[in-house]
């Protein structure tokens, strides 16, 4: 798909998903496709696991509570981060893992598979997210941080409207008036 | 040009480039890429002020200092990020803005353009960012978080080398040495 395409097709889906499995191969495209996105300083601080087995998958989606409704997905892909400085006390691992979802996002997008960025739910104050890294073995030093479904949608829904690119981009000057 | 070509080509490119302008038609479509990317709770944190014309580009770039060193593209596109929680006191603005620098970045490479994702240059302990937010008149609310040249690049270059998948992604446990 081409690259303008995928940006514009891209929106968040919550659901519900086809039954048909996610060839392993597209799961390694869209993970190869997400650590190819840059890192402060390369220091390569975003890892991922996918999660294909079904024994798995409920487990760790039974950790989501309340638990996200019609996300029925037959794959996800887990997203882990080291919080570790690029230099000095800079720390740019919340760029480097977003860099590598949205790479992940318009991957999933191109191969004809539908996602959502589920964070906030997960990262909350009651850190869903710990249990699921629990499920998933991860080390002390990795924070999960996101879970992204990966299937066949089985509904076509629209992405969220959005204000028009005159409000938030300018040519030379904020606010500027010239014709975009 | 492919969306997996556009993600596997993408690399940060420092310099130097050639003088050639970027049209303007071709600064609104990497605008618009970056607009496109998901934000949290749809709130849209991300704006941009595309810079094209050569003083307002001097003196943006008079800004950072030490400078730049080779970095003359044609143009440049700023990027402003409001702070303003998605809900209750969760803020998505870094992951918000980064997944649109990432869009733009891909899109730019798809238009055989070349890019650096410059911001812990600009926002360290000297805030650089503030002064070339003052240059374009950016108002209080909003911070200017990075900067990224826009041109044809002078030179061939490849990006740095990245540890191996097996590394870094795995399926259904951490460190799981299931082949990928």
Chains 1, 2 share one sequence.
Not at 8 to 19: D, E, M, Q
Request: aromatic fraction near 8%.
């Amino acid at each position: 798909m081409d690259t303008f395409d995928a940006i514009g097709n891209r929106h968040s889906y919550r659901g519900p998903y086809l039954p048909e499995p996610v060839p392993r191969e597209d799961l390694v495209r869209i993970m190869e496709a997400g650590l190819a996105a840059p890192s402060g300083c390369n220091k390569q601080t975003t890892s991922l696991v996918a999660i294909d087995d079904p024994g798995v998958l409920a487990r760790v989606r039974a950790c989501i509570n309340p638990p996200l409704r019609r996300e029925n997905a037959p794959a996800a892909i887990c997203v882990l981060t080291q919080r570790i400085n690029a230099y000095r006390d800079k720390c740019f691992a919340v760029q480097d893992y977003s860099a590598a979802i949205e790479n992940m996002l318009l991957a999933i997008t191109a191969l004809g598979y539908a996602s959502c960025w589920y964070e906030g739910h997960i990262t909350d104050d009651d850190r869903l997210c710990d249990q699921m890294a629990e499920v998933l073995g991860v080390p002390a030093g990795y924070d999960l941080v996101c879970y992204l479904p990966v299937g066949k949608p089985d509904r076509t829904v629209r992405g969220p409207q959005k204000r028009p690119l005159a409000d938030r981009a300018w040519f030379n000057a904020f606010g500027a008036t010239q014709d975009l």
